[in-house]
């Protein structure tokens, strides 16, 4: 029916880039395919790299865990245009170099093009970044792009949670991530109150 308001896709862009921290890309990756949401991913070079040092995984194995796989240098992909919908885009880990592309506009590659495309069509961003202490530049950087609508979400461990394992901080932080595109996964556990408290 023309003119018709169809519901939004359940269609996630993941960003992997070369940040410490690749098993929070391939655990949200995991996520997403048990949500039925289907995952477009696209990897830095650095992240390939990182995979091969956190990880048994190979580059075939992260591939196979997203519904599709886009090539960096790929500027032509789906993912690149607005007018390819999707609930938004997640970056996880996002470095600091990724952070900095995207905050002034100077993409060099498709993930950053892809993550400059969300905040273009308004769709939600949001950059899991990982590096610590911050430096006033990381902190203006920051700011800026949360002025420009991404969500800084640094993965920090949820305690109240009492993870029994690193796998459990892991899940906790990517579900939590996953709630600001309203998804509900089912690893996270919720706050429901002080016990004991009167």
């Known amino acids: 029916m023309n ?9 996630l ?6 940040a410490s921290g690749v098993t929070y890309g391939v655990r949200m990756l995991d ?13 830095s070079r650095a992240a390939l790299l990182t995979l091969s040092q956190e990880t048994d995984l190979t580059p075939d194995d992260l591939a196979s865990r997203a519904d599709v796989t886009h090539r ?6 789906s993912i690149a245009s607005g007018s390819f919908k999707t609930m938004g885009m997640v970056i996880a880990p996002c470095s600091v170099r990724t952070m900095g592309e995207i905050a002034t506009g100077v993409t060099s590659s ?7 495309v969300t905040l273009k ?6 950059l899991m970044v990982r590096e610590t202490p911050f430096h006033l530049g990381h902190l203006r ?3 800026a792009l949360a002025e420009m609508g991404a969500v800084i979400a640094p993965p920090l461990p949820a305690l109240y949670a009492r993870p029994a394992s690193i796998e459990a901080m892991i899940d906790q932080s990517v579900g939590r991530v996953l709630d600001l595109f309203g998804l509900d996964w089912a690893p996270v556990t919720r706050w429901t109150g002080l016990k004991g408290a009167e």
């Open 141 to 143: 950087t920051m700011t």
């Open 13 to 18: 862009v993941v960003g992997i880039s070369g």
């Open 3 to 11: 003119g018709a308001v169809r519901n939004p896709p359940s269609r």
């Open 110 to 116: 498709l993930l950053t093009r892809a993550a400059d």
């Open 31 to 43: 996520a997403l395919r048990d949500l039925g949401v289907e995952s477009h991913l696209v990897v």
């Open 72 to 77: 960096l240098a790929d500027v032509g992909a």
């Open 121 to 126: 069509e308004r769709r939600p961003l949001v």
